[in-house]
């Protein structure tokens, strides 16, 4: 059974640093194909994906956001951690994680967090 | 940066009708590598369908993907209660995913 968790604070500051972890169970991030993205979702809005890190620990993050994320993986802690830096009002939101089945470089997601609401305000 | 447009933004539609979502992409998406999501309120997204018409594990068949290079469609052949819902597309043909803002489905 593949299950992922995202923790991290429910509230931060503005110009504070947000760190979330995901942490895994049902599958390795060592494994050949698979990846563990991260995905937020202001609230009523839609979806809108950060950042991905493959089993190879190569990264990408979209494009707008790049400057301000960083995706780092622990694979003996079956976990990924997400960091962005100067955190805004306009970056609260859900924060999801999610398994990514790899399709030579894209990428679906096919197991989902409960996802983790981060308001910020001061 | 491929950018998604789902229509209609809102579907009004019965139990038992037809449904069928949109998504244009602004530029080809390579090898189909189009998936569809469903959420519900307070619920995290699942997967329904990837590579434009493939249905993922679990998936009633009353689901289907359909299309290619720029245009793709999601249809629900025969609408039950719990289908009423928010759906996404999402493109994965490029290393930088991008979702559409949603189609949501409303019971009229």
């Known amino acids: 059974q593949i299950t992922l968790k995202e923790s991290g604070p429910a509230l931060v500051k503005p110009t504070q640093t947000l760190t979330l972890t995901c942490t895994f169970s049902?599958?390795?991030?060592?494994?050949?194909?698979?990846?563990v993205g991260w995905i937020r979702q202001p609230p009523g809005k839609a979806l809108e994906w950060l950042a991905l890190i493959y089993w190879y620990d190569d990264k990408r993050y979209t494009p707008s956001l790049m400057s301000r994320l960083t995706i780092t993986k622990d694979t003996s802690k079956n976990q990924v951690v997400l960091t962005m830096t100067n955190m805004d009002p306009v970056d609260t939101a859900t924060y999801y994680c999610?398994?990514?089945?790899?399709?030579?470089?894209?990428?679906?997601?096919?197991?989902w967090g409960q996802g983790t609401l981060v308001t910020v305000s001061s | 940066e491929i950018v998604l447009t789902q229509s209609p933004g809102t579907l009004s539609l019965s139990p038992g009708e037809r449904a069928t979502l949109s998504c244009r992409a602004s530029?080809?998406?390579?090898?189909?590598?189009l998936a569809w999501y469903q959420q519900k309120p307070g619920q995290a997204p699942r997967l329904l369908i990837y590579g434009a018409s493939s249905t993922a594990t679990g998936i009633p068949d009353r689901f289907s993907g359909s299309g290619s290079g720029t245009d793709f469609s999601l249809t629900i052949s025969r609408l039950e209660p719990e289908d009423f819902a928010v759906y996404y597309c999402q493109q994965y043909g490029s290393s930088l995913a991008t979702f559409g803002q949603g189609t949501r489905l409303e019971i009229k």
């Open positions: 049902g599958f390795s991030l060592s494994t050949s194909g698979v990846g």
């Open positions: 999610a398994r990514a089945g790899i399709v030579a470089a894209g990428y679906y997601f096919d197991y």
């Open positions: 530029q080809s998406v390579s090898s189909n590598d």
